[in-house]
């Protein structure tokens, strides 16, 4: 253990005025203290980067508490064990868990979960075995609740939670339509993820591309972005279409998101529901049952975008937040 003895982490200092920015962390290092009976010390080699962390960052009303100042920033790791004083754990084990962000996590072992890191890459269990992908599993199959023959439209493609949803929905028989930044993200989404279709919302014709492309409008839509994006799809919706809103990360650092037609909710009788993933517990261990075997048979494709380095994560997340990653946003951390 003589090389963890000390703990890289990175604490939120302060709370972003309007964008974030790297002068709100702050890189420390703490000496480790022993473990204590019924503890986990664990190694963490990647840490997941999302877009609910920026709401987290503010202090304001939602539907979780505010990130504490001057403490450890909340974050997805998965590592293995390097020392245990609980019998449920033994060192060696890959783990998943929320250690936030640092390089070391010690634990009572609550919200500590062995994964196999022998079949697939331990790093998958951020992503595509992981909250993303049971994110994705639930807005489509709890929300927008596809039928063949249906189109389904998926804002933020390219990415993380976006690029499960159009896979699921062509599976179930749906025209799966991504919307994406850059001719790369589209053609990765096309070729690589075997949407239908994907728009550059880049390009700077998104309502005439997105006309283009469903001339027989839109019947669930998996909402990601918000703002103009949003404003775009909403006069595409058919009636009785169904929209999940899974984020509205243009909005999430500081940028006001009107919207400009909400009548259409009315005219067009939708549905428009807000989820977190978290209050579902429930369809977990079925959403990961599926999700597992589409991963070990090839079937469900993804992509990752790896940070190296514990100090190089600010800068990373603020990228995810303009839209920088392809995939889903990691940092190595051995």
């Known amino acids: 253990m003589a090389d963890a003895q000390i703990n890289r982490r990175i604490l939120l200092v302060s709370r972003p005025q309007g964008e974030a920015s790297v002068s709100n962390f702050k890189l420390v290092e703490t000496p480790l203290a022993p473990l204590a009976d019924g503890e986990v010390r664990v190694r963490n080699h990647y840490l997941s980067l999302d877009p609910y962390m920026r709401g987290r960052m503010d202090d304001a009303k939602s539907y979780a508490a505010p990130q504490p100042l001057n403490e450890v920033m909340i974050g997805g790791t998965a590592g293995v ?26 634990s009572d072992g609550r919200g500590l979960n062995k994964v196999d890191a022998s079949r697939v890459p331990l790093s998958a269990y951020l992503g595509v075995l992981g909250m993303p992908s049971v994110t994705a599993w639930y807005g489509l199959n709890g929300i927008i609740e596809p039928k063949a023959g249906e189109t389904v439209v998926v804002s933020a493609a390219s990415g993380a939670v976006g690029s499960v949803v159009g896979q699921l929905a062509k599976a179930a028989g749906c025209r799966a339509v991504g919307i994406a930044g850059g001719a790369e993200k589209c053609r990765y989404v096309v070729e690589t993820l075997g949407f239908d279709t994907c728009v550059d919302y880049k390009a700077g014709k998104l309502r005439e591309d997105l006309e283009a492309a469903m001339p027989g409008g839109i019947d669930g839509y998996f909402e990601n ?76 494709h993804f992509r990752e975008s790896i940070a190296q380095g514990l100090e190089n994560a600010p800068e990373a997340f603020l990228g995810l937040l303009h839209g920088k990653n392809f995939g889903k946003q990691l940092v190595k951390l051995v």
Not at 81 to 106: C, H, I
Not at 232 to 252: D, E, Q, T
Request: proline fraction near 6%; charged fraction near 20%.
């Open 81 to 106: 064990v390097t020392e245990s004083r609980n019998p449920a754990f033994k060192a060696g084990d890959s783990v998943v868990g929320m250690l936030g962000w640092q390089e070391y996590g010690t």
């Open 225 to 300: 972005v918000g703002g103009e994006v949003l404003n775009a799809v909403l006069p595409r919706m058919n009636a009785f279409g169904r929209i999940a809103v899974c984020g509205m990360i243009s909005g999430y650092d500081g940028k006001p998101l009107p919207m400009d037609q909400p009548r259409l909710i009315l005219t067009q009788r939708l549905k428009v529901q807000g989820f977190i993933v978290y209050e579902h517990l429930d369809i977990w261990p079925r959403a990961l049952g599926e999700l597992g075997e589409r991963v070990a048979t090839k079937k469900l």
